[in-house]
């Protein structure tokens, strides 16, 4: 996931390291395509941890199976370096679409707006751009499931089956969409909501060590706390965690979002109690799908939610109940 550190960090770089960071963001784009196949670039932040490259073999199995010329193009999680790339493919023509999931999507609105309007066809995988909470005018498409209806859901579930009294958010970093999306979801469900109280809402960079002592800390601070929340399965194992060391299991329920494999596991051990899956397999073969759909002339979806692809009883949210049909992703 992203941080913004790393985003900061390397946003500091000259101008001459930016450009040769962009260079070699677009190296491996083609500038043509001998089998006639349509050329496909799909841009995503890094392939640093398990969601992203899950994302990367997805566009590189179902590229091949769906007959398009996928090339991928990772940026180190360099916004400018991903600019750049975006910069070079349209100047290029090396693509006739692009399926993007974006550093800083918002940051990001115009540079992807104007390709959009130069005649790219664009869908927005995962992140939605522009401060939207899914379609963004001039775009394909979206497709993603980290928006207001996936947090909605996710919410309701913690409020049905939770004991009313304070809980925990634990989330990612600042100007992050998944953050952002969280944290305004969350407050106003918590406003309305009888019983329950926003104890705390903690920014982290998405690590499972500043999950940990971050629940921690909530944990010292509220002795009634009834469950900590968190978006990211990469924190949400140094919230079990600290759980677990604070003998606290039973009587603090976890909360997971974009579950995979490890929380499939969690919630079989009750160390978990419900999850809202990630999907990053789903969200790029459908952007793909729709890519291909948009450059034959057929009629798209302006959003698509890869969670309604879940049909089991209590889906999308994945509890002791149904976690035994659900293949994570990741």
Do not use: H
Not at 71 to 90: K, M, R
């Amino acid at each position: 996931m992203k941080t913004t550190q790393r985003i900061a960090a390397r946003r500091s770089l000259s101008l001459l390291a930016v450009a040769v960071l962009g260079l070699a963001g677009c190296s491996a784009e083609t500038t043509g395509s001998a089998s006639g196949m349509p050329r496909i670039g799909v841009f995503i932040p890094a392939n640093s941890n398990a969601y992203l490259r899950a994302e990367e073999a997805a566009a590189k199995k179902y590229g091949a199976e769906l007959g398009l010329d996928v090339t991928v193009v990772t940026s180190n999680w360099e916004t400018q370096a991903q600019n750049t790339a975006f910069g070079f493919a349209q100047q290029r023509k090396s693509y006739d679409g692009w399926v993007v999931n974006a550093i800083s999507p918002v940051d990001q609105c115009g540079t992807l707006k104007q390709a959009a309007s130069k005649g790219v066809p664009i869908v927005i995988a995962i992140t939605a751009i522009c401060g939207d909470d899914g379609y963004t005018v001039g775009t394909v498409g979206f497709v993603g499931e980290q928006n207001r209806v996936g947090y909605n859901a996710w919410f309701d579930y913690m409020f049905r089956t939770s004991k009313p009294g304070p809980v925990s958010i634990l989330t990612g970093p600042p100007l992050d969409f998944v953050t952002n999306t969280t944290t305004a979801v969350a407050k106003d469900r918590f406003a309305s909501q009888k019983g329950f109280r926003l104890a705390s809402l903690q920014n982290t960079d998405y690590s499972t060590d500043a999950a940990f002592k971050a629940t921690q800390t909530f944990l010292k601070a509220n002795p009634n706390l009834v469950a900590v929340a968190s978006n990211y399965s990469g924190m949400t194992r140094g919230v079990v965690q600290a759980v677990r060391q604070a003998a606290r299991k039973g009587s603090v329920a976890v909360f997971d979002s974009n579950g995979d494999k490890w929380t499939k596991q969690q919630i079989k051990a009750g160390a978990i109690t419900a999850a809202l899956p990630g999907m990053p397999t789903s969200d790029i073969k459908l952007s793909l799908q729709l890519i291909k759909e948009k450059l034959e002339g057929q009629k798209v979806s302006r959003v698509t939610n890869p969670l309604d692809s879940l049909k089991f009883k209590g889906a999308p949210i994945i509890t002791k109940d149904n976690v035994a049909q659900w293949k994570p992703e990741n």
